[in-house]
């Protein structure tokens, strides 16, 4: 079945910095790819996805960019914010599979 | 229109025991999806309902079952509750059983003691 690796764990930056999260996955045939935005005690909430057939897509100041052939993608946030503290999570699935998750990345924006 | 809706939102049950959690898909959608978040992990896959069968099925033992009702809301029971079935329990909905945009309730926090 599918494997979500998420890296890093934890991130610091500087508010106005950019932060950029990486996940891999190991199913060829996934073909979805989810980011989601988890604060402290709430629901995770999606904020950008990318289908397979582009490379890359942009939301403002959120972009993701896919890399089929190394079967890696990545979130980058711009300009970040004290607001954009949160618990990132990155996941993936193809046709009718569930969404296999990573593990999370938490981002703190220091002011 | 209201969102994914979960009940309850919390929970304290005792080893042993068996729990219901309920939920409600946001309007128009007609696939549940049931996970499980520990602290400081991701959610893991429970199980799917779609057109009132469970279609799909992760790594949990049989004390874990649901229902799906015609209505498209689902229920989760979890039977014989052990220490470490503590998390919170998030409910996803979404139109179709594929790779489609998944919604997430709130979550129920369940804690065994």
């Known amino acids: 079945g599918e494997n979500v690796e998420q890296h890093p764990s934890t991130l610091s930056v500087q508010e106005g910095d950019s932060a950029v999260i990486k996940c891999t996955y190991s199913d060829s045939a996934s073909n979805y790819f989810p980011w989601y935005k988890q604060e402290l005690g709430k629901r995770p909430q999606l904020i950008i996805d990318?289908?397979?057939?582009?490379g890359e897509k942009k939301d403002q100041r959120i972009a993701v960019t896919l890399n089929k052939t190394a079967k890696h993608f990545s979130l980058h946030i711009t300009e970040t914010q004290p607001e954009d503290s949160a618990v990132y999570f990155c996941a993936a699935n193809s046709g009718n599979t569930p969404l296999v998750f990573g593990k999370g990345t938490r981002l703190s924006v220091i002011a | 229109d209201a969102g994914v809706t979960q009940s309850p939102t919390h929970l304290i049950k005792t080893r042993g025991q068996q729990v219901t959690l309920r939920c409600s898909p946001k309007s128009g959608h007609d696939t549940v999806s049931w996970y499980q978040q520990a602290l400081g992990q991701g959610p893991q896959f429970i199980f799917q309902y779609y057109e009132e069968e469970e279609r799909q099925r992760g790594n949990f033992p049989d004390r874990f079952s649901g229902h799906q009702f015609p209505n498209y809301s689902s229920e989760l029971n979890v039977n014989a509750l052990l220490l470490g079935d503590s998390a919170l329990y998030l409910c996803?909905?979404?139109w179709g059983p594929g790779n489609t945009e998944a919604f997430f309730g709130q979550g129920t926090r369940l804690t065994v003691v």
């Open positions: 990318i289908r397979s057939n582009v």
């Open positions: 996803a909905s979404s």
